[in-house]
T-cell receptor, first 114, second 114 residues
């Protein structure tokens, strides 16, 4: 089955700087790659996603890049703010057109230092 | 986007008993999934709840321990059977398809087994 590796496990950045979180996946058939933000005690919230036919996607301060050949994808957050502090999870889903569940990475605890 | 109601939000249960968790969506969805999130860890897919047929379980999860129902396109239940302290986790339902783009999560059920 799919295996998703996520690095780093903890990331501390100064407010205003950029943060990058990286994930690799094992199943070349996976074609959907979402990123979730989870604040303490709350549900995971989808912040951005990308499909395998696209190399990059942006939404304001957040961007995701995908390298299908290398089987890795990354989350980029620019101009970080205190409210960006949370745990971020990457995930991958197979080719079932939404019929497959998600395999998650272990998460990155992002700390924004004021 | 779809509104997902999950009940109960939390419970404390005695070992050896069972708890049924409900997931109700305010619109028809194609797929419903159940995940477990152990304290401080990532999310693990338990099973896919198939409408009108038996659920599809991931490796390490079995029907006798986690029976699942999905009688229609908006509702599913997960039962945690014969509970032990190791079952203490957050259980989350997730949906996709229909009016839901991507995978959306319910608010979770925090289960403590004593």
């Amino acid at each position: 089955g799919e295996n998703v590796e996520q690095h780093p496990s903890t990331l501390s950045v100064q407010e205003g700087d950029s943060a990058v979180i990286k994930c690799t996946y094992s199943d070349s058939a996976s074609n959907y790659f979402p990123w979730y933000k989870q604040e303490l005690g709350k549900r995971p919230q989808l912040i951005i996603d990308i499909r395998s036919n696209v190399g990059e996607k942006k939404d304001q301060r957040i961007a995701v890049t995908l390298n299908k050949t290398a089987k890795h994808f990354s989350l980029h957050i620019t101009e970080t703010q205190p409210e960006d502090s949370a745990v971020y999870f990457c995930a991958a889903s197979g080719p079932g057109g939404g019929a497959d569940g998600l395999t998650f990475g272990k998460g990155t605890h992002l700390i924004i230092q004021p | 986007s779809a509104v997902i109601s999950q009940k109960p939000s939390r419970d404390i249960c005695q070992r050896g008993t069972s708890l049924t968790i409900q997931c109700q969506v305010d619109s028809q969805v194609t797929m419903m999934f159940w995940y477990r999130q152990q304290p401080g860890q990532s999310l693990t897919l338990i099973a896919t709840a198939n409408q009108g047929s038996e659920a599809t379980y991931e490796s390490g999860f079995v029907i006798d321990k986690f029976p699942i129902s999905r009688p229609n396109l908006t509702f599913s239940t997960l039962t945690v059977s014969n509970m032990s302290p190791e079952d203490s986790s957050i259980y989350l339902c997730s949906v996709t398809g229909g009016a839901v783009g991507g995978y959306t999560f319910g608010s979770g059920t925090r289960l403590t087994v004593v």
